[in-house]
């Protein structure tokens, strides 16, 4: 007995030993892929990516391949744990210790503990932008370096970190680098002309989904970052980074959010530092930082910015390089050193190698520094998250741009400031009661919570805006039963989401205002662009109705667990028929399942609510559309619903707005057919489609129409396949053709930029944001109006169709957005019918508006007859990212007959 046990022992001894020796043999990526990451001209395809990352981890006991999940296109996504085999033993303890530091509900000498036996815990990514080829190719050498390297420095990092390498974009790679690679010619490869997006409806937009998380790829990237894992550090590459310098990175340009931790702020400042000392002692010049780039910490959003709001370190680097040589160019100015770049490069040759081993350094550096600081990272973390819960325990008051604005105006008449030579000086201290009259007045007190009561027009809209706080990581609660707070009674089911919690800056940015700073070149100068939006506020955008309470409450509120959807309600009352109300979105949906299964569907003339007659079909769709019905007698003024046959226009190499569009049509079950300039250049639009769709992009300015516009690829160089995408919309030849499709009956819904049609039709709409100089209209300089992407109030027409379904007034997101004024007493002549409009000189609910009141009485979308047909005109962005779910109406209203 002794002895065999003894045998079958050393047999399991042996077998072990054989496998660690094998174990230790990991392949090289030129072995595998036939070339070095970082070869030029060579690339990697995702199906090989995919291949080596399995053979790694079958060879490396460094590493474990997690399937994340399912991509648009049905690729598996993988995130592969790099950590020491010992730690990989215990990954779950290590999982939990890094959960419990970042939600922050442990008492600190338990925190102090954990930060002790934790690992720090960092996420690399790559390829998030596809055509920034560096992302995956240097994720891929990384995880080589890290599973095969024996140094001490790489020791010492899988001792003690925990490293979370994700795939961002497997769909994207597979497309970019076929693209690339289909020239046998290695010299001929470029990746110029990419035929469609690189993420099926989003392309680059797809690091502009972080908050809403439509995308599967955000799906599965946010589950790994706020539920699962909760890093402190994130690392997400990109390119490129400013002409002159090699790279872009940490620290980062104000202005800086206000609602995040400020240590946020300074722990960027020190693993940017590190960053920047690697490079420097490693002789690798050419990074820039803060002002020396345009990235700054505002935006929630981006894959990097969203962890801001998580109390995570969030790093980005823009570099430069690819597979074809390149050159570092010759830029004086960025040749003196300074606080942004102390260490400038030299103009020179730049090649793909030099990419991938700078980036290769900016992990090591990263995760340099994650090893030497584990602990404090780990306790960090749960110090920010301990911050917010106690900042949403008591009474806050949160500076922001409006009360440094309103303390100033309190002391405006103030004694001791004076006018001295037209300078205002300050002669004495200003007396501290302006600052209590703005900072501890009660009204002025951040909010302990928000309440969505069930009781609402569009309750499913408010709970996917909660879904995408709890895909967020947020707490949310549900009352179990009825319950009143301050005086009002909220009904069973209602939602609670209170701000005493870890990630109290996400849920504070997603329900209050952005107060955007004016943030000038100089005093009087042109405005700078904020990086991307200056205001989004989510529940604004999808018009959920909400509480804000600035006294703690109470009430029979049960957590929902971290991460665990809610379900959508559905209501189906039972009758002889009917009616959907028109305020839902998922309304739409039914409809179209409706009208899919052949059953008549009314719509009611006065509100636009939907009528079905009782069928049993009717009663199966209904039962599963999670929508609210109630039971109706038929109604007398209705009309029949037709589904109406839908073009979107789209062009060569994708574009996102057209994208995101499609993505609704999906998720509204529209059937929509995507057309390209050359199908409408053809002509006969009338006798295929119903409605056309152009989005911001399409139409060109009547003076850009013939010389400017989109740069297409030449049809000899292009796989057939794409040869009928290749093409821009003209004066000549495709506005002519959108006419006659108007004239025969055609609707055109123009969106954005596109609204540019209606001059093009020389309808009696002229540009209203303009100033007369000299006696001349001259558009409105930056200086005066500049209103980058933002939130504002709209009055709308509620008794127009095309607005049928919306509330009287409504949040648009508008970005420098179109907006007119009628001329030749244009409505009044039936000519044109303004749909929605400013009717007030303070419009911004949230962002950036300066210059604001220039947009009183400016029409924002109005509707127009041509001929047998109909142009609609919006000038916001209705469908802005997917994410507008309070404007999705103004485009389904226009897809029926
Ligand atoms: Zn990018």
């Known amino acids: ?9 050393s047999l399991i001894f042996l077998v072990l030993t054989a496998s660690a020796a094998i174990a230790q043999e990991v392949p090289t990526p030129k072995s595998y892929f036939g070339f070095n990451i970082g070869d030029d001209y060579q690339l990697a395809t995702y199906t090989q990516t995919e291949g080596y990352f399995k053979k790694v981890a079958e060879t490396s006991n460094r590493v474990k391949l997690t399937d994340i999940g399912q991509t648009e296109e049905g690729r598996t996504q993988y995130m592969l744990i790099v950590s020491s085999p010992e730690n990989l033993k215990n990954l779950a303890r290590f999982k939990k210790i890094a959960q419990q530091l970042a939600h922050a509900e442990i008492e600190p000498g338990q925190a102090k ?4 036996e934790g690992k720090a815990v960092v996420w690399i990514d790559g390829g998030l932008h596809a055509n ?12 080589y370096e890290l599973a095969s390297r024996k140094d001490e420095e790489t020791k010492r990092i899988l001792d003690n970190v925990i490293i979370l390498f994700t795939h961002a974009n497997p769909d994207g790679q597979e497309l970019v680098s076929n693209w690339y690679m289909r020239e046998k010619d290695p010299k001929k490869r470029v990746l110029a002309n990419i035929p469609r997006l690189y993420e099926k409806y989003a392309g680059h937009d797809n690091n502009r989904d972080f908050y809403m998380m439509n995308l599967k790829e955000t799906q599965n990237i946010s589950r790994q970052l706020f539920i699962e894992w909760l890093p402190q550090i994130m690392y997400n590459h990109h390119q490129a980074g400013p002409a002159g310098t090699v790279l872009a990175g940490p620290p980062y340009r104000d202005p800086f959010n206000y609602v995040f931790d400020p240590t946020i702020l300074t722990s960027l400042d020190a693993v940017g530092a590190a960053m920047h000392n690697r490079m420097n002692n490693e002789n690798k010049p050419g990074y820039t930082q803060r002002g020396g780039s345009v990235y700054s910490t505002w935006y929630n959003g981006g894959l990097r910015t969203v962890t801001y709001f998580h109390n995570m370190i969030g790093l980005l680097t823009e570099i430069v390089g690819g597979p074809n040589p390149s050159e570092i160019p010759l830029v004086p100015s960025r040749l003196l050193p300074n606080g942004d770049s102390p260490n400038p490069i030299t103009p020179r040759k730049w090649y793909f190698k030099n990419a991938i081993d700078y980036s290769v350094s900016l992990n090591y550096a990263v995760l340099g520094y994650a090893q030497r600081y584990r602990d404090e990272l780990l306790y960090n973390i749960y110090h920010m998250g301990r911050n917010s819960i106690e900042k949403g325990r008591k009474d806050t008051w949160s500076f922001s741009p409006k009360k440094i604005e309103a303390i100033n105006a309190a002391a405006k008449n103030e004694k001791g400031i004076a006018d001295n030579d037209g300078e205002v000086v300050l002669r004495k201290q200003l007396n501290v009661k302006y600052f209590d009259t703005v900072m501890k007045a009660p009204a002025n007190r951040d909010p302990r919570g928000y309440i969505i009561s069930k009781d609402q027009p569009d309750f499913n809209t408010a ?3 909660l879904n995408a706080l709890i895909k967020s990581g947020i707490i949310v609660q549900k009352a179990t039963s009825s319950f009143t707070v301050a005086g009002k ?6 939602y609670v989401v209170k701000t005493d919690q870890a990630f109290r800056p996400h849920v504070l940015d997603m329900f209050e205002p952005q107060d955007h700073p004016n943030d000038f070149k100089y005093e009087g100068g042109a405005p700078i662009p904020p990086y991307d939006a200056a205001g989004w506020t989510l529940a604004y955008l999808m018009n959920v109705k909400f509480d804000r309470l600035l006294d703690d409450f109470t009430g029979p509120f049960e957590r929902n667990p971290y991460g665990e959807i809610i379900k959508p309600e559905n209501t189906v009352a039972t009758g002889a028929g009917y009616i959907l109300n028109a305020g839902q979105n998922d309304t739409y949906r039914a409809v179209n399942d409706l009208l899919k299964h052949k059953q008549p569907v009314y719509r009611t003339v006065n509100k636009g609510d939907f009528y079905v007659p009782a069928s049993s079909t009717a009663k ?4 599963t559309a999670n929508i609210k019905t109630n039971v109706s007698a038929t109604p007398q003024n209705k009309v029949k619903v037709t589904p109406s046959r839908i073009a979107i226009w789209d062009v060569y190499g994708g574009s996102m707005p057209s994208g995101w569009i499609r993505f609704l049509m999906e998720q509204y079950h529209f059937n929509a057919d995507v057309i390209y300039p050359k199908d409408i250049d053809a002509g006969d639009l009338k006798n295929k489609y119903d409605v056309i769709v152009f989005v911001g992009g399409a139409i060109p300015s009547v003076q850009a129409s013939e010389t400017g516009g989109r740069l297409t690829p030449k049809t000899e160089d292009t796989p057939d396949e794409y040869k009928g995408r290749i093409g821009k919309i003209t004066a000549k030849t495709s506005i002519p053709q959108l006419k006659k499709f108007l004239t025969e009956g055609g609707h055109i819904v123009t969106i954005g930029s596109s609204t540019n049609l ?7 709409v002229r540009n209203a944001m303009v100033e007369i100089i000299n006696g001349a209209e001259k558009k409105l300089p930056a200086e005066k109006y500049y209103i980058p992407g933002s939130v504002l109030k709209v009055r709308v027409d509620t008794t127009a169709q095309a607005n049928w379904g919306m509330e009287k007034e409504a949040d648009v997101y508008f970005d420098n957005s179109p907006v007119f004024k009628l001329t030749d007493n244009a409505a009044a002549l039936g000519k044109i019918k303004p749909l929605m409009w400013f009717n007030s000189a303070t419009s911004l609910r949230s962002g950036w508006a300066w210059g604001q009141i220039y947009l009183q009485d400016g029409i924002t979308a109005f509707e127009a007859p041509v001929g047998k047909g109909k ?3 919006f000038g916001p962005e209705i469908t802005f990212r997917a994410q507008t779910h309070g404007t999705f109406k103004l485009l389904f209203n226009q897809l029926y007959q």
């Open 758 to 764: 209606a001059y093009h039709l020389q309808l009696p």
């Open 113 to 116: 503990a954990l930060a002790q």
């Open 489 to 494: 009674t909220y009904p069973a089911g209602s």
């Open 620 to 623: 199966s769709i209904l039962e």
């Open 1 to 9: 007995m002794i002895k065999t046990s003894i045998k079958k022992l």
């Open 871 to 873: 142009l609609l005109a």
């Open 132 to 143: 920034e080829v560096v992302g995956t190719h240097q994720l891929i050498q990384t995880v």
């Open 463 to 465: 709970i996917k805006f």
